[in-house]
Nanobody, 127 residues
Framework: QVQLVESGGGLVQSGGSLRLSCAAS????????IGWFRQAPGKEREGVSC????????LYQDSVKGRFAISRDSSKNTVYLQMNNLKPEDTGVYYCAADGATYGTTCSSSSAEYEQWGQGTQVTVSS
C-alpha cells in the first residue's frame, strides 16, 4: 500500500501563502485519486481539494476556489496544494489521502472514499 507524508505546514499571516506537499512511497501516486482534507479544532474533517488519476481532473471546496491549487508531479511522486491568500478560517491540520478507485472514477470530496492517509501537517493562519 502507498504511504503518504505531508509537509509544508506552518504559521502564516492572513493573506500569505503556503505550499503543502504529499510525498508517496511504495507505490506511484499515479494509480490513485488524491485528496486534501483539513480538520479545525472542534470540527469535522472536510474535503478541500482532490485530483483524479485518469486525467488530473481537480475539484475544490467552494471556500478555497481561486485561492488553492492542487497539482501532481509524477516524477517526484508528490502531490502539492498551493494555498494563496490564506485566511484564519483555513487554520487546521491538513491531511492528504489516497483512493485506489477504479480507473476513470472522478476523485471524491468524501473522506470515506480514501483508504490511505498521511499523518497531517498543521497550518495556522493569524489575523
Amino acid at each position: 500500500q502507498v504511504q503518504l507524508v505531508e509537509s509544508g505546514g506552518g504559521l502564516v499571516q492572513s493573506g500569505g501563502s503556503l505550499r503543502l506537499s504529499c510525498a508517496a512511497s511504495r507505490l506511484p501516486l499515479k494509480y490513485y485519486n488524491i485528496g486534501w482534507f483539513r480538520q479545525a479544532p472542534g470540527k469535522e474533517r472536510e474535503g478541500v481539494s482532490c485530483i483524479s488519476r485518469r486525467d488530473d481532473t481537480t475539484l475544490y471546496q467552494d471556500s478555497v476556489k481561486g485561492r488553492f491549487a492542487i497539482s501532481r508531479d509524477s516524477s517526484k511522486n508528490t502531490v502539492y496544494l498551493q494555498m494563496n491568500n490564506l485566511k484564519p478560517e483555513d487554520t487546521g491540520v491538513y491531511y492528504c489521502a489516497a483512493d485506489g478507485a477504479t480507473y476513470g472514477t472522478t476523485c471524491s470530496s468524501s473522506s470515506a472514499e480514501y483508504e490511505q492517509w498521511g499523518q497531517g501537517t498543521q497550518v495556522t493562519v493569524s489575523s
